[in-house]
């Protein structure tokens, strides 16, 4: 199994709700992250996690929350998000750890829209 | 983070070889070379990586300079299926970052 899964899809939310975006790996991978996509523009880090801890967050504002429950899952809790926040999120996952600099695997990622 | 340099757009002829320049000119001895290639509506897929030594895989292969400052990726033989944008990316062997730049947006002319 070489796939990143991501749910939901699409997701359309207002600037008040709470909503969650779901990642799943089964390759045994120990480092996980989350990319934000504009149109048109390259994919940006957001988070990386590294043995289920938050190794590197690229000063994302404090309106995404990300959470490693364990090395399988990955989740984007979001919280009054503002339409500029609107983008496809893209999680991905590599083997990890020093001196191991394998290849990503993303998913086909999460759409958000915030209304 | 060391960074890249692509051209922002390149075409090619279907069936006809075509190669991707990414100058790195302030690469560090434990950085990687890879390339990554997103096709429209779909999240980046791996193409390749390597350090020092050229590497070939399926998809393509890598040629790197000798100085390391300078990298090319090559695709044998073009087919519309690898229309898409083509990052270089330097990851350092050190750690788990991985940061894209604004990559090459490859045009297939059939």
């Known amino acids: 199994d070489t796939e990143v899964t991501q749910t939901p899809k699409h997701l359309v939310m207002g600037m008040t709700n709470k909503k969650s975006l779901k990642c799943e790996q089964h390759m045994g991978h120990r480092a996980m992250y989350w990319y934000k996509q504009k149109a048109k523009k390259p994919p940006e880090l957001m988070f990386v996690?590294?043995?289920?801890?938050?190794?590197i967050n690229e000063s994302v504002p404090s309106r995404f929350s990300p959470e490693c429950p364990n090395s399988s899952l990955l989740n984007l809790h979001l919280h009054a998000l503002q339409p500029e926040d609107s983008a496809l999120y893209l999680c991905?996952?590599?083997?990890?750890?020093?001196?191991?600099?394998?290849?990503?695997?993303f998913g086909e990622g999460s759409r958000l829209t915030v209304l | 983070d060391a960074k890249t340099t692509q051209p922002n757009s390149m075409e090619s002829n279907e069936e006809e070889p075509v190669h991707l320049p990414c100058n790195h000119s302030t690469i560090s001895g434990t950085d990687y070379i890879h390339w990554y290639r997103q096709l429209p509506s779909q999240g980046p897929e791996y193409v390749i990586h390597g350090l020092t030594s050229n590497v070939n895989n399926r998809m393509a292969s890598l040629a790197i300079a000798e100085d390391r400052k300078s990298s090319t990726l090559i695709l044998h033989r073009a087919t519309l299926r690898d229309a898409a944008v083509y990052y270089c990316i330097l990851r350092d062997g050190r750690d788990d970052k991985i940061i894209f730049g604004k990559g090459t947006r490859l045009h297939i002319l059939p």
């Open positions: 996690y590294s043995y289920e801890k938050l190794s």
């Open positions: 991905a996952s590599s083997l990890g750890g020093p001196r191991r600099p394998g290849e990503l695997f």
